[in-house]
C-alpha cells in the first residue's frame, strides 16, 4: 500500500518547490554554448534599424520614483537558500546587446533589470524586481493596502522590510488579490499574518471565482505544466549572455521559497463595485476569463491612478503559455481594455501594472490603452479572418504581422507572447488542434515518423550532411525540424543531437521573445547533456490544501489511475469525514475511478473513517497510513487491502519526463 498521495499545485508554471534551484551549473556546460552564427549575428544587427531604440522613454519610466534596492540584489530563506538573485544579472549592464542576444529582448531584460522600492506617486509605492510581479503598496489613513504580495513569504516580506526602511512603519490592514496566479498571492504571509485576518484586523480582497481557480486551475494536467513551465521561464538554465536573460514580464520567478495563501475576507461580485478600504475609495472593474479566470482592474480616484492588474504589461502577453492552460479570449481582453479606457481613461494620471513599470501622463495613459486594446483586437480578428480564409495555424502564424502603427510600440512587442504562438492559441479556440487536412488527422508518432524521415532522406548520415550545409547558410528552422527526426529514430546519435542544439541555440540567440529563448536554449541544454534529473512527490502547501476541495480531490485521483492496470477490477471505497460532516462513495469500475457525495455504499468493500485534516497530514507526507490506522486517526471497517490494491493501480508522475527525445516510461 502507498501510504503518500503526491500531489502539486502551480499557477503561471511557478513551482512551490524547491529542487530546481541550482539548475545546470555553467561548470557542467563543456559541450556549449557556442557563438553567434554569422547569420545570427547580421539577423540580430537588423533589428537595430527596424525599431526605435532612440526612444528612452521607458527607461525613464522604470527607473522613475526610485528610492533605494537590497544592497546585494538576494534574498534567503529561513534555511539560508537563495530564493532571489539579482547579482546574476549584472552582464545586462553593458550598453549594447551582445551577438547571442536580440537587441529587442536586451532592451527588455535592462529595463526589467530596475529593482526595489519605488515612489508611483504621493501614497502609492511599488516594490519592482523582487519577483516576476509587483507588489504595490497604498498608504491609507491608518495602515497600508498590500496589492498582490509576489510569489512566497521571503521575497514579500523582504519588499515590505525595505518598504519600513524608508517610509514609516504603520500595519497592514488590506490585502488585495488582482487575481488568481500564484506570483499575485503567494506571498501574503510575508505581510500578514492569518490570525490578523482571522481577528478582524486585516482584510483580504479577491474578485469572484478566485480560491476555486487558485488551487484547481492546473491541478489536474500540472505535472505536465511543471515540466513545460522550466521551457517558458528557463530557471534551471545559466544566466548570461549565451543562457537566460529575461522572462519578458520580469527577470524569472523566485525558486525555493514558502508560497502561502489567505481566503479573502470579501469577494468582488460585480462590476464597477466600490470599496473605502482604510479610507481610500477603490472601484473594482472586473476582468475576469482573458489574462486569468477571475481577475479585475481597480481605478483610485483620489490618486488619479489606474492599476490594470496583467490585462496591461510592457510587452503583448500570451493567449496560450507554453507551461499549458486554456485558451485565453483575446477578443473578451480587447473589451475589458477598452472599457477601462472608456471609464477611467478621461481621469487616470498614471497607470500602474502588476508586471513591468507604470505608465505616467493622462495623454500617454490613454495612448498605451488603446494600442494595447487595438492590439489584442487586431490579433483576435485577423487570426479569425484567416482561419476563415482556409489558413492553418502555421500558415497564419507566418503570415500574420502587425500594423506598423503597432508593431513599433514597444509594449506590442512579443517579450512574453508573440503574435506568431497567439495567433494559434487562436484558432485553436475556435477550430482546435486539428487544421481540417485529413494527412494531420491521424499522423505518426515521432519515433514511428522519425525513422521514415530518415529512411527517406536516404540515412542519418545523408541527412546531416545536407543539413550541415544549411546550418552555414543560417536556415535554423529547418536544421531543427530535420535533427528533431533524427534525434527521434535514434536518441543515440550524438551527431544528430549536437546539430540539433546548435540549431535551436541559433534560433534562441534571435529571439525576441524572452520565453522562445528560454525555450530554445533550454532544448539545446536537453539535446547536449540530457534531461536534468529531479526528485518526484511534489506536494501542496499547508495553506493551498485546505482551499482544496474533496471532490478535487478524488478528481485528481482519477487522473493518476492507470486505466489499463486497473482492466476488470472493480473496488467501492466509503469515505465518511468527520470534521466536514461529509461522505463518498468512491467506485472504480471499467478502469474509471468515479465517486459519488452524500452517499454511502451498503456493499463497500472498506469503508474510511477520518477527519479532512487527517487526509491533508497524509497528502503532505505528515502523516502515512499506517500511523494514522495505529493512531486511530482512520478507522475502517471491511478489507482494508482494498485500500492498497486501488492505491497501486495510481502512477507517479515524474516532473523530467523527456520533451527532446522519445519516452523511456511506457503509458
Known amino acids: 500500500m502507498k501510504s503518500h498521495f503526491p500531489l502539486l499545485i502551480l499557477s503561471r508554471g511557478i513551482l512551490i518547490i524547491s529542487f530546481l534551484l541550482g539548475g545546470f551549473s555553467s561548470s557542467t556546460m563543456a559541450q556549449g554554448p557556442k557563438e553567434a552564427e554569422p547569420a545570427t549575428q547580421a539577423a540580430n544587427a537588423a533589428v537595430l534599424k527596424t525599431l526605435p531604440f532612440s526612444d528612452r522613454r521607458d527607461f525613464d519610466a522604470a527607473q522613475r520614483g526610485f528610492i533605494a534596492t537590497l544592497p546585494q540584489g538576494i534574498i534567503k530563506n529561513a534555511q539560508g537558500r537563495v530564493v532571489w538573485n539579482l547579482k546574476d544579472y549584472a552582464f545586462l549592464n553593458k550598453s549594447e546587446a551582445p551577438p547571442t542576444v536580440n537587441p529587442s529582448l536586451w532592451r527588455q531584460a535592462q529595463l526589467n533589470l530596475n529593482n526595489g522600492l519605488f515612489k508611483v506617486t504621493e501614497g502609492i509605492y511599488q516594490i519592482r524586481g523582487f519577483d516576476i510581479s509587483n507588489m504595490t503598496i497604498i498608504e491609507g489613513q491608518t495602515g497600508l493596502i498590500i496589492i498582490d504580495p509576489l510569489i512566497c513569504l521571503e521575497v514579500a516580506g523582504a519588499g515590505l522590510d525595505l518598504y519600513y526602511q524608508h517610509r514609516p512603519k504603520r ?27 482571522r481577528a478582524g484586523k486585516v482584510q483580504v480582497i479577491a474578485p469572484a471565482g478566485f480560491m476555486e481557480y487558485t488551487v484547481s486551475e492546473n491541478i489536474i494536467a500540472g505535472n505536465a505544466m511543471v515540466r513545460r513551465s522550466l521551457f517558458q521561464f528557463g530557471p ?46 477603490i472601484v473594482f472593474q472586473l476582468a475576469s476569463g482573458a489574462e486569468a479566470p477571475a481577475q479585475f482592474h481597480m481605478y483610485y480616484p483620489q490618486f488619479k ?25 483575446a477578443l473578451s481582453w480587447s473589451k475589458y481594455i477598452s472599457e477601462a479606457l472608456e471609464l477611467f481613461g478621461d481621469q487616470a494620471e498614471i497607470m500602474i501594472l502588476q508586471h513591468n513599470w507604470p505608465t505616467w501622463d493622462r495623454a500617454r495613459v490613454q495612448d498605451v490603452l488603446k494600442k494595447q486594446r487595438d492590439l489584442y483586437k487586431y490579433l483576435h480578428d485577423q487570426s479569425v479572418r484567416l482561419l476563415n480564409l482556409g489558413y ?74 545536407r543539413a550541415r550545409e544549411d546550418f552555414k547558410n543560417g536556415q535554423y528552422r529547418w536544421v531543427a525540424e530535420v535533427m ?89 471505497i466509503n469515505w465518511n469525514f468527520t470534521d466536514i460532516q461529509k ?72 516532473p523530467t519526463f523527456e520533451i527532446m527525445e522519445p519516452k523511456k516510461q511506457k503509458p
Open 392 to 465: 492553418t495555424p502555421t500558415e497564419i502564424a507566418e503570415v500574420l504581422q502587425l500594423p506598423p502603427s503597432l508593431a513599433k510600440e514597444w509594449p506590442a512587442r512579443g517579450y512574453y507572447g508573440t503574435l506568431s504562438h497567439n495567433s494559434k492559441a487562436v484558432y485553436q479556440r475556435y477550430l482546435g488542434w486539428y487544421d481540417a487536412n485529413p494527412a494531420n488527422l491521424n499522423p505518426l508518432t515521432p519515433e514511428e515518423g522519425g525513422k521514415k524521415y530518415v529512411e527517406y532522406m536516404g540515412g542519418a548520415e545523408a541527412a546531416l550532411q
Open 171 to 197: 500595519p497592514v490592514v488590506a490585502v488585495i488579490y488582482t487575481h488568481s496566479h500564484a506570483d499575485h498571492w503567494g506571498g501574503v504571509k510575508g505581510v500578514v499574518s492569518e490570525a490578523d485576518v
Open 583 to 654: 461522505q463518498y462513495v468512491l467506485n472504480l469500475e471499467n478502469s474509471a475511478l468515479t465517486y459519488v457525495p452524500n452517499k454511502q455504499a451498503k456493499d463497500a468493500d472498506v469503508g474510511l473513517t477520518l477527519s479532512r485534516l487527517t487526509l491533508n497530514e497524509i497528502i503532505l507526507k505528515q502523516l502515512t497510513i499506517p500511523e494514522a490506522l495505529q493512531s486511530g486517526k482512520i478507522i475502517y471497517k471491511g478489507n482494508l487491502f482494498k485500500l492498497g490494491e486501488l492505491f497501486s493501480l495510481l502512477d507517479e508522475f515524474q
Open 305 to 329: 491612478v489606474l492599476n490594470m492588474a496583467d490585462n496591461v504589461c510592457q510587452s503583448l502577453h500570451n493567449l496560450l503559455p507554453f507551461r499549458g492552460a486554456e485558451v485565453r479570449d
Open 484 to 572: 528533431k527526426h533524427l534525434v527521434f529514430a535514434d536518441p543515440g546519435n550524438k551527431a544528430a543531437r549536437e546539430l540539433g542544439a546548435d540549431a535551436l541555440e541559433q534560433l534562441g540567440y534571435m529571439a525576441e521573445s524572452a520565453t522562445w529563448r528560454n525555450a530554445y536554449l533550454l532544448g539545446a541544454l536537453e539535446l547536449r547533456q540530457g534531461v536534468r534529473k529531479l526528485p518526484g512527490g511534489v506536494s501542496f502547501t499547508q495553506d493551498s490544501l485546505q482551499a482544496l476541495s474533496t471532490e478535487f480531490f478524488f478528481d485528481f485521483l482519477g487522473v493518476r489511475l492507470n486505466g489499463p492496470k486497473a482492466e476488470g477490477k472493480k473496488i467501492t
Open 236 to 281: 534551471v538554465l545559466p544566466k548570461g549572455e549565451k543562457s537566460q536573460v529575461d522572462a519578458g514580464l520580469g527577470k524569472t520567478t523566485s525558486m525555493g521559497g514558502m508560497i502561502t495563501l489567505i481566503a479573502p475576507t470579501d469577494v468582488i461580485h460585480k462590476n464597477l463595485e466600490q470599496r473605502v478600504v482604510d479610507g481610500i475609495e
